[in-house]
């Protein structure tokens, strides 16, 4: 790789308890590769995350939001609006600046003043795949509520490949979407086996993440919900779902998000 590709996790936090507390953050995942900053699901917070933790929003020219639900796109218009250090110039044309890959039903949600500053607006779901400047980016199934549309992601680059799950509970052909891919970055809401009928706790999904193949090089666990870690939960379950998964799965490296962590693609792949 000529660059370095990392992930920022803006926010390790998902559902309303945290959305409410902000005991963990839930402002999304900011992803760097091929000299691209892609914002992934800016839920509230995201543009103050993105500052506090020593990013720059101006870098920002792919913005995705797998669906509608406050935690994945309070903040997309911020974030668009603060992408550019100019909206216009003396003439008052605005510049247009960035893609925006969603589904039908965020998108009457955002203003036109905010979707007419893009260049480019991507209907998008799952089964469906876009070629972003080289680089392919596919919909994956997700199984999360009948009534919002919303999908998983794939970016399929040279040197690796990584997933986002989104938002999903487990279903047939769960695996079958992600084998081939490298780094995993799954939606983890609840801890061990305390179910949710519309996300994944850790004992559920641990057949299918065996299932995959070749096996996953690095699994990286987040939006965590109020029985993992808050006040739902007696301590931190967050590390010992990081040993179990370990354990049972012997994925090599497997990580847990934490608020302003920064992890680089390189390490995962190449170690």
Known sequence: MKMEHELIILGSGGGRHHIRTQHRATGGILYKFNGIQAHI???????????????????????????????????????????????????????????????????????????????KIVRFGQSENYQYKGVKISGTKVKHTEKVEGFGLKFELDDYSIGFTSDTSVFEGFSEQFSGVDILVLNLLRPDSVTCRRHLCTDEVIPYLNKITPSLKGLIITHFG????????????????????????????????????KIRIKDLIQS
């Open 41 to 119: 699901d800016p839920g509230p917070g995201a543009l103050v995350r993105i500052n506090q933790f020593n990013e720059d929003p101006t870098k920002t020219e792919l913005f995705i939001v797998t669906h509608v639900h406050i935690d994945h796109f309070n903040d997309l218009s911020a974030i668009i609006e603060a992408s550019r250090e100019r909206l216009h110039d003396k003439n008052y044309r605005y510049y247009k600046k960035g893609t925006l890959i969603t589904t039908n039903d965020v998108l009457p949600l955002i203003s036109n003043y905010h979707l007419n500053m893009l260049e």
């Open 226 to 261: 109020s029985f993992m870690d808050g006040y739902r939960s007696e301590d931190n379950q967050v590390p010992g779902q990081v040993i179990k998964l370990k354990k049972l799965t012997g994925i090599k490296h497997v990580i847990a998000a934490e608020d302003g962590l």
